[in-house]
Nanobody, 126 residues
């Protein structure tokens, strides 16, 4: 069992930056793939970034590549999402999730995310 709580959301102007944090509880946290999802107004939930259990591999959606960076500190049971050059289209509720590490080449897609945080609102004003 893993419990997740996000923090760091808020209101920021376009072009600005925010860093989201996701604190996890549970002894097996370091064995999970961690993902950041977002759901904007009237949009479907999408995976924006994921990081393998070891931290050695990452995945980014095309819409956030070169702007967002995912990282994890397994000693602190925390995963981060650094968001730079924010755009109004980034406005959404951001949630972190924990999934199973697989050997698939598309490990971020086959993780079967099973534990979710409540989410944190990010609003980008233009």
């Amino acid at each position: 069992q893993v419990q997740l709580v996000e923090s760091g959301g808020g209101l920021v102007q376009a072009g600005g930056s925010l860093r989201l944090s996701c604190a996890a509880s549970g002894r097996t946290y370091s064995s999970y793939v961690m993902g950041w999802f977002r759901q904007g107004p009237g949009k479907e939930r999408e995976l924006v970034a994921a990081i393998a259990s070891s931290g050695g591999s990452t995945y980014y959606a095309d819409s956030v590549k070169a702007r967002f960076t995912i990282s994890r500190d397994n000693a602190k049971n925390t995963v981060y999402l650094q968001m730079n050059s924010l755009e109004s289209e980034d406005t959404a509720v951001y949630s972190c999730a924990a999934g199973v590490q697989t050997t698939s080449s598309r490990w971020w897609h086959t993780a079967g995310y099973r534990y979710w945080g409540p989410g944190t609102q990010v609003t980008v004003s233009s």
